[in-house]
């Protein structure tokens, strides 16, 4: 099953003036405030939450006026297995790959050695094609943007993305009149990197059996 459901336990914060609602009410809001469509390192993508399995003692803090709760509780996780066939649709090609996107979820990449073979990309056209053996000879069959597509998991990569400090340490050399001590900007390319995303899927597509024959029809 491409959900899954996790078992957590975090300490929800809830302000004053949510105090007048159910209690199971206003945790399971500032739950799905807090991790609705995140993704959760080693995890995967929080979708919603399940239940709340326990509560324990909720206390106030000096100084804070909010009730803190320790929460036992189940969140549904897209988390596919390895090898799991999924269905989604080619959002765009590069040279990387296909992508592909499930509506909700759009960092999922088949490489090009994942392809049916033999596999070229069409730099005008930015699309990749599978150059498909026919009795009448070769067609080729272009891996068009919305297309439906099957393919099957074969790796995921998680990165985490939590925010990291300075790279360049301040010297303690005393600055010239005039100059500063703080580091110099990134340069253009540095600064303008991909950010890679939190959760990657990585697949291979699927026998010609297993969802292919749309192609073949076209």
Known sequence: MMFVLVEMVDTVRIPPWNFQRQLNEAI??????????????????????????????????????????????????????????????????????????????DDILIPPESLQQPAKFDEAEQVWLWEYETEEGAHDLYMDQGEEIRFRVTDEVFVDTSPTGPSAAVTDTPAQPGQSNAPPPPPPEESAEKKEPPYTLIGTICEPGLGLLSWWNN
Not at 71 to 93: Q, S
């Open 28 to 105: 399971a809001e500032e739950l799905n405030k807090k991790l609705a469509n995140k993704v959760v390192y080693n995890v995967g993508l929080c979708i919603c939450l399940y239940d709340i399995t326990k509560l324990e003692d909720s206390y106030i803090f000096p100084g804070d006026g909010a009730s803190h709760t320790k929460v036992h509780y189940r969140y549904v996780v897209f988390h596919p297995f390895l090898d799991e066939i999924l269905v989604g649709k080619i959002k765009y090609c590069s040279q990387e790959g296909v992508h592909v996107t499930m509506g909700f979820f």
